[in-house]
């Protein structure tokens, strides 16, 4: 008998992480103008996903799980953030 | 962890024609530190009809700064306002040249180059604005409550949900000591992840509608047995809230219980595909209040379920929106300090797909929702009523129902019905709020 | 991943701008600059103001004693690279040491140029390109002596205005006929003349000195066309040249008398970059390679190099000509194209009464060049609009009568079409 | 000491506060219940307990039976031992929460005062409501007299938690022929039933933790995983029906009372015929077969206590070479015109050597209806006949002759 769940019931546990690499879902992405950005995090806090992450200057999205919704982009009060189509 | 730069943010198209209050209380505060010039400007082309202000961007590389020959302008490392040192400043007017953004100035007639100091972090311009178009964003003073951000990336939720931002601010502020309770509904692919796979980094249970409250209840009652305190946190759709989990929640208020239910209201049961819930707002289009033949939306109003929580005088009462963070912070706050009993934060959270509009818009429809009083912003604690966000001059209720599909097809007559609901439930908190 | 190590040779703005940029993208790579001078790096955009005396020496360094070492940068003073060996990736300094890299930043930036005239050399005349030559000028400045400039360009004429403020009497020779010719039409050029002739500065235009005769602590410069004029000092500044000696023998293709570099600020070695006054790069407008040795171009090629050399391609969109002179109260900026051709569509504004004077070159709908004088703008706005190519079609009268309105209005418009969502 | 601590004392109690005592000595942390008679009057002695401080589990009071199960899966989860009881409609109401406890394997009592189920109204006797919830996962056990119920309680704790089994557990009992009805009970002295208890502490159970964080109850997919945990618990079932025969005899020779494990087998070795019975009218079908044994007729009876799961082993075993069996069933099942226990033997039946015994059901005791001697004495006649070769309809209701 060949069983997928160490568990009796139907539980998880963070240990296996689910990894959805929601970026493929994308149609546009994010591009930060680094240079423009303010750091003023704002796209961090309103980042659906979750995904906005800090570089060393600059705020931008991990485009592994970025999903392309365009929020950072409309938060951002410097307008650094630019939608750009995801060419296939 | 991360920086945070307080930083301003000017509004689009909302300087009133001929105003130039920012630009001149800006040079009197320049000139009083001994400066002559302002920080921001604000333009106005009556041709174009074109109002508005612009100042510096405050970059994370400034050009300004790489093409300054004395070096004399530096960002700061702390606050990351870009300054000059005047003493410095030859007034060769390359910065000017440089910037692409229009945020640094060359006054010829005193050789110095002029910009925004953001008043050294409390830029009066904010304070005079005549429209709130001028706002500091401080996300330093939210994000320095954050904890790690328990849920994991990757999620399935619609792209661009606000419920899920939600989420994640929620989570992060309550941090890691915090059972996460839901039901079926949208946030169920955030909390639950999928088959022997979790992406959440708390202990989080997936209950049925029918007992999120009772279940918090169990695990808040055994905690406490063992004498430790944990945070129960719910995050639930108003399917679950305020229709078929709406006896258990209220039973929960009687009771007290000691955790904190959150109801993410997205006016309708979305994740079976938008059918009507007893927050469902008057007029508004569901699968099953459709708007075609003889119906026109849902005939009734919506259920007022953080007044009804309210009544249950329980410690803390909430309504909330992320689109207003500072808020929202403060009423998770006052929440999480609520030790002997419970607290409900009522929070409308838009579906992009259930009410029709474009998916980043999510924050302009919850600030429409808030401007217009659909949605005020108000807390209940412990027997006062508190409006916690003040609305200057309401916007009419078609400002709000403009951006929505799900209002499209109301006529004069159905407007005229729901504004009517609003003021009318306006006026109600605002009694509240007088009389207690 | 390796840790690899940068050697950026030349301190001034081209080579800083790279180094802050590798640090940007990469804090755990090696960087080493390495400079011919014994003082911290400055720009000898400066010098006519430490002359002025706006301010002293030390108020010019661009970066501190402190910055290299919080970058964690090894700043080497007085060091001369003698030869560079691609195929070894090594570096010989002068006293033939070898010194391995991985990436290799030409930016030794440019020296005055020394006209070839009879007489020249029998004296003791100036330049101004280090903070010696402006030390030595400064000693020379006595109020009431005259002082001829040879050459009115930027540096020419702002070291005339230098010393006229010093109560100098100055004589400004050029060959062209018109003072600041690379930058300024005809008309705006009479313009600054105006104003600097009635500052007492004397602009010889279209004269070409034909020899130079030093006697007893004077000099006098023969001009073409007869006539001669008389100084107590002689300052050449009729421009500058890439100091590329640096590559000689190494391979390294020279075209324009500067270092050929790509799109990336590629030298043609491999591993091996060049940015700044010293570099032939891409010009914005016609695609070709050509100098360019302003400041705001240093700045940005060694951006653009340095963010290449750690590995993140960028490209280099081309140099466009801008220029910006203050002078006795005014201020004239010049960004783009100086010069229309019989194509470009032109609108010019004087204003009656003042020095104001407007002219907007547009190509169908973008903006190509533009000249002000005495107009406030955020003359960095207008390189964005041409840079961007931004269409301006229906608005170009109102730039030319707003001209700072208009612009900051296109460039938050085009700001803004860019991040706006394309999902509706 | 308070007046109502009965523990290590013999009393005549009703099967309400039998259980009561019996839910005392396993010393649960968190208990939550709402009132629905029969049942009410055990949790209104759990009340009574917790405020003379006899134990102090946390005592919520939920404003219904779905929220009282709600909260014992939240305080199960965390790692808390929990009570609750109900009946009929409360049962039904309770549906919700109650699917999700077995399904998320936390190890439950709840007592079932048994009561029938409406429509019509009445507040009757019965066993249709625990039957009805025979396949929603959770391990039932009937019993026959107050002992009975307080002694299955101890032991549905340690069946319950028990790391093998792991599934939440009901202690039916029929209301008022027991729940309102006292008998003689002795009521153990708590370290008995702590040293009883006591192998539990060792066994592992998930619990819900800030250390080690999971989720309960996770979205399944794929399909393959939904039916590797249905697999799981069938197995987990059948796991438990020797675990409760272990179970008993610990049980007796700890406390000296046995109630055979799954099935108890009364006077079945030589007889010919067999009664089944389940609850408390098995009481009333003993004194008869004791009756019949001294008139000659070899008859036995076989009184099911695990209803669920299905005890088939040990039935298959007792009804082996018998040439009768006569059902007595307090239940009915639309489907097939019969009660539960019916269908029950009859699935059975196949798996008995030939010749096959004649099985004979007889509806008998629904809405509150008492079954008397006399009605067990005519299934035992019957039955004995049919053994003999006549024929009867297969069903009789026995309450309508």
Known sequence: MKFMSKFEGPWSTPKEPLDIKTGEWRSQRPVTKREKCRQCGWCFIFCPAGCIEEKAHYFTADLDYCKGCGVCSNVCPAKAIMMIREEI | METFFDTLKIEENICPPGCGVCREKCTQVQRSKGKNGSGIHEFHIPDLGVHMANTCNQCSEPVCLDACPSGSISKDEKDGIVRIDEKRCLGCGLCNLVCPYGGIDYRADEKKAFKCDLCDGSPECVNVCPVKGISLMKARSIVGYFHEDPLLKGSSLCVGCPAETTLRFVLRV?????????????????????????????????????????????????????????????????????????????????????????????????????????????????????????????????KNVPLIMAAHEIPYVATAVIGYPEDFLNKLLKAMAVKDGMSYIHILSPCILGWGYSIPASLEVIKAAVETNYFPLWEYERGKYRITYEVKNPKPITEYTKLLKKFAHLEKEEIDELQEIVNRRFNRIKRLTEAF | MKRKKHILIGAGTAALCALKQIRRLNREDEIKLVSMEDSLPYSPTALPYIISGKVGVSDTFLVSEGFFKKLKVEFLKNRKVERIYGENKEIVYDKGIREGYDSLLIATGSEPVVPDIPGLYEGEFLTIRGIKDAQALIEKVKEGNSAIILGAGLIGMHIAQCLSEKNMKVKVVESLPSILPA??????????????????????????????????????VNLSE??????????????????????????????????????????????????????????????????????????????????????????????????????????????????????????????????????????????????????????????????????????????????????????????????????? | ????????????????????????????????????????????????????????????????????????????????????????????????????????????????????????????????????????????????????????????YRLAEDEDVLLPVNVCYEGFYLSHHSQRVEIPRQEEVDAFLAPLKGMNRLKWTLEEPMVFSSYTVP???????????????????????????????????????????????????????MGCSTGTAKVVVDRKRDEGVKVGLVKIRMFRPSPKERLIKVLNGKKAIGVIDRNVCYAWNCGHNYIEIKTVLSDLDRPLPVLLDFIAGLGGADITDKHVEKVVERTIDAAKGKTYEPVTWLSLE
């Open chain 4, 1 to 156: 000491m308070s007046s109502i601590d009965l523990r290590g004392q013999i009393r005549v109690l009703d099967g309400n506060r039998a259980g009561a005592y019996g839910v005392l000595l396993c010393k649960p942390d968190v208990i939550a219940s709402y009132p629905i008679t029969p049942q009410t009057p055990l949790l209104e002695t759990l009340y009574k307990f917790e405020a003379e401080g006899l134990f102090d589990p946390e005592m919520v009071e939920p404003e219904g039976e779905n929220s009282a199960m709600g909260t014992l899966i939240g305080a199960c989860a965390a790692g808390g031992r929990t009570f609750t009881a109900t009946s009929s409609q409360g049962l039904s109401f309770m549906n919700d929460a109650y699917l999700l406890a077995a399904g998320n394997r936390f190890p439950i009592v709840m007592a079932i005062g048994m009561r029938e189920q409406v429509s019509p109204h009445g507040v009757i006797s019965g066993q249709q409501d625990a039957v009805l919830v025979k396949d929603h996962g959770w391990i039932q056990i009937y019993t026959e007299s107050c002992q009975e119920i307080l002694d299955s309680i101890i032991m549905a």
């Open chain 3, 183 to 220: 930058y300024f039409d005809k008309e705006a050029s009479e313009i600054i003349r105006g104003i600097m002739e009635g500052k007492g500065i004397e602009c010889l235009t279209g004269k070409k000195a034909t020899r130079i005769e030093w006697k007893g602590g004077k000099v006098e």
């Open chain 3, 226 to 424: 007869g006539g001669s004029v008389e100084g107590d000092l002689l300052v050449v500044a009729v421009g500058v040249k890439p100091r590329t000696e640096i590559v000689d023998g190494s391979g390294i293709k020279i075209e324009n008398g500067g270092i050929a570099v790509d799109d990336r600020m590629r030298t043609s070695m491999d591993d091996v970059y060049a940015a700044g006054d010293v570099a032939s790069a891409k010009a914005f407008f016609t695609g070709e390679n050509g100098l360019n040795p302003i400041l705001p171009n240093a700045a940005e090629q060694g951006r653009v190099a340095g963010s290449n050399m750690v590995g993140v391609d960028t490209v280099y969109e081309g140099w466009i000509p801008m220029n910006t002179f203050s002078y006795f109260g005014h201020t004239a900026i010049s960004v783009g194209m100086p010069f229309s051709s019989e194509k470009d569509e032109v609108h010019v504004r004087k204003i009656n009464g003042t020095d104001t004077y407007r002219k907007l070159i547009f190509r169908e709908d973008r903006l190509m060049g533009v000249t002000f004088i005495d107009t406030e703008v955020n003359a960095g706005v207008f390189n964005y609009l041409i840079r961007k190519k931004v269409p301006v079609g229906e608005y170009k009268m109102s730039l030319l009568e707003f001209p700072r309105e208009t612009s900051l209005y296109l460039m938050q418009q085009a700001e803004k079409k860019e991040t706006i969502s394309l999902e509706e």
């Open chain 4, 223 to 277: 399909p393959e995983l939904y039916t590797e945990y249905r697999y799981k618990m069938c197995m987990a079932h059948q796991r438990a029906k020797a675990k409760f025969d272990e179970i008993d005899r610990e049980f007796a020779a700890k406390f000296g009372r046995s109630y055979g494990g799954q099935i108890e087998e009364y006077r079945t070795e030589d007889a010919e015929i067999i009664i089944v019975t």
């Open chain 2, 174 to 302: 309550m941090g890691k000591d915090t059972f996460l309770f839901g039901a079926p509904g949208c946030a169920t692919n955030v909390i639950n992840g999928q088959g022997i796979k979790c992406m959440i980094n708390i202990p989080s249970h997936m209950s049925n509608m029918t007992t999120v409250p009772s279940t918090m209840t169990g695990v808040k009652r055994y905690y406490r047995r063992l004498g430790k305190d944990v945070k129960c946190v719910a995050f639930v759709g108003d399917g679950c809230a305020t229709d078929v989990g709406f006896q258990p929640l209220s039973g929960a208020a009687e009771r007290n219980e000691n955790i904190i239910f959150m109801c993410y209201d997205n006016e309708g049961y979305m994740n079976t595909g938008i059918q009507r819930s007893s927050t469902t707002p008057y007029g508004g289009w569901t699968t099953t209040t459709p708007a075609m033949g003889r119906r026109k939306g849902k005939k009734m109003a919506s």
